[in-house]
Every structure is written in C-alpha cells, then in structure tokens.
T-cell receptor, first 119, second 113 residues
Framework: NAGVTQTPKFQVLKTGQSMTLQCAQD?????MYWYRQDPGMGLRLIYY???????DKGEVPNGYNVSRLNKREFSLRLESAAPSQTSVYFC??????????????????FGAGTRLSVL | EDKVVQSPLSLVVHEGDTVTLNCSYE??????LLWYKQEKKAPTFLFML????IEKKSGRLSSILDKKELFSILNITATQTGDSAVYLC?????????????FGTGTLLAVQP
C-alpha cells in the first residue's frame, strides 16, 4: 500500500518558471492538503480540498493554484516561481469524519515531500 | 489567531535518558491534538489525543493532554539513537467542510550513543 505519493522528489527552478507538483493517494481518502515547511516556521497549509470537486485556500495561498483532478489526485501549481517559494512541500490526505465519534478519520497522512529550490 | 507552541526547540540527550517534549496551544474549535515524528522525510503519525487525562502509550512513547491548561506532553523513556527526529505537535480545528491542522515548529531531538 503506497499511501501518499508525491512527484518529483527534488526540483530546481529559475525565477519565473512554472511547474506542477503531483500528489496521489490510494487510501480512498476524501480530503487532501498541500503544506510547505520552512525552517523555524513549521508546516503551513497552502490549499486543501475537503472532497472531490472542492478546493479552498489555507494560510499561505499566494502564488499557488491547485487542482483536485479526481478523488485520488491533488496537484499544486506554481505559475511564476519566486525565490520565496523555496521550501519543502508536503501533500497529505485524510478520510475526514465530521461527526463527534469519527475523529480518528481526521488523522492526516503525509507524502515524502518535494524539495524545491527557486534560484 | 490560532497558535501552537512547542518547547524546547531542540534537545540533545544520551541513550537511555528520558525526555519530555511540551506542546501548548491556543485555538478556536479544538477537536484533537496530534503528535508526529519526522525523520528525513514525511511526518509519521504517533498519537491522537482528544480527552484530558487519558494517557496514550506505544512502547516507550506516551502522551497526555490537559484541555483545561491547554497543553500536551510527549514522553520518551529509555531513548535510543533511532528516536532522533523532529517531533511535531499539531492541533486539529474545525471551521468548515473539513478539519485543519495547526502545527507547532517542532522539537529537534538528538540522541547520542
């Protein structure tokens, strides 16, 4: 069982270039998330998708777009990369249970990350 | 503004020591608190805590939540070099169609032989 798979693992971009980070999960989870992790800042939510067909902004959405292609896949796009977007990006997913007795369904499982450098 | 604060920022111990990692929080719509271990790659899930005073335990790791004082601790007994990692605390909040996690900056634990 692969869990959450991210591609690529590493990427170097020049300022102004565009790229798409791919994420796929095979756990039949409803919700998917994109985070960035920077030194001293912890993990910060960029965008999330509560269910197939919906996306919403997180804490730091500027400079990014997302697409929930289907239930399995959630991509993150940088249209014009900037050095401030140098970071490690993580995708996560959860089954998501909103009822009081369903909290265990909200555990988020993470991919291995993409290390992105923008020069 | 929701926030999660972890302490200490980093810690160096020797094998066999016992360590306590701290996590305090101020959030609206608290649902649960989660601990993750992050080695080189993906954060991996350790515990989910929802009720005060009930200890969760897995081998040498244990954790407890105090919802009145708004904090949690993660204990590791008889530490091993394999415990070296960043330990992340996250608080789950609910504010719409799904849950969100607010992360602390983590505690870097180094266990020396």
């Amino acid at each position: 069982n692969a869990g959450v798979t991210q591609t690529p693992k590493f990427q170097v971009l020049k300022t102004g270039q565009s790229m798409t980070l791919q994420c796929a999960q095979d756990m039949n989870h409803n919700s998917m998330y994109w985070y960035r992790q920077d030194p001293g800042m912890g993990l910060r939510l960029i965008y999330y998708s509560a269910s197939e067909g919906t996306t919403d902004k997180g804490e730091v959405p500027n400079g990014y777009n997302v697409s929930r292609l289907n239930k399995r896949e959630f991509s993150l796009r940088l249209e014009s990369a900037a050095p401030s977007q140098t970071s490690v990006y993580f995708c996560a997913s959860s089954e998501t249970g909103l009822a009081p007795g369903a909290l265990a369904k909200n555990i988020q499982y993470f991919g291995a990350g993409t290390r992105l450098s923008v020069l | 503004e929701d926030k999660v604060v972890q302490s200490p920022l980093s810690l160096v111990v020797h094998e066999g020591d016992t360590v306590t990692l701290n996590c305090s929080y101020e959030v609206t719509n608290f649902r649960s608190l989660l601990w993750y271990k992050q080695e080189k790659k993906a954060p991996t899930f350790l515990f989910m805590l929802t009720s005060s005073g009930i200890e969760k335990k897995s081998g040498r790791l244990s954790s407890i939540l105090d919802k009145k004082e708004l904090f949690s601790i993660l204990n590791i007994t008889a530490t091993q070099t394999g415990d070296s990692a960043v330990y992340l605390c996250a608080v789950e909040t609910y504010g719409g169609a799904t849950n969100k996690l607010i992360f602390g900056t983590g505690t870097l634990l180094a266990v020396q032989p």
